[in-house]
């Protein structure tokens, strides 16, 4: 039978898994990753103990940010909107989406998501791991007005995410969640 997971705090005061197990955290205690670029997330997962099968982290976007570079993978994903009037870039086109939209996105879909709207929008995104991961970032047109496409296509992360910061982890921001 699976034991449950013990949270530790991180230097910043945030909750995260130290091992395998289940485990229940609030999403205003876990640990965040925020980027001016890319918004805030909470992964979930713990450092080492990442869930093996799938991945699942909640994004809260501010208007005109991107979640990430405009790319494509080897993986399926699936998008639920929770909050606020995010724009979903899909293929080549614009999607506005608003709460409780679901997206499904089989394995080499090209997509990002951008903060709409008045003010910032939540998203619970899931994906599967594949065994190898395979990743390609366009330099597409409808992703560059938002600033979010590879400056060149490439399928090396590093190469896609050489000109931004680093994400820095800590608490959830404040205002970042509603209510």
Known sequence: ?????????????????????????????????????????????????????FGINMRVLQPGRPNCLYHSENAQEAIFVLFGEPLLLIEGEERPLKQWDFVHLPPGTQHVLVGAGTGPCGVLLVGTRPKEEELFYPAAEVARKYKAAAEQDTANPEEAYAPYPESVMGRVPEGTLPG
Not at 7 to 25: C, M
Not at 40 to 49: D, I, L, R
């Open 1 to 53: 039978m699976p034991e449950e997971a013990r949270l530790v705090r991180s230097d910043s005061g945030s909750l995260y898994p130290e091992g395998e197990g289940w485990f229940v955290v609030n999403a205003r205690d876990t640990h965040w990753w925020h980027s001016d670029a890319f918004g805030s997330t909470a992964p979930f997962e713990g450092y080492k103990a990442p869930f093996q099968e």
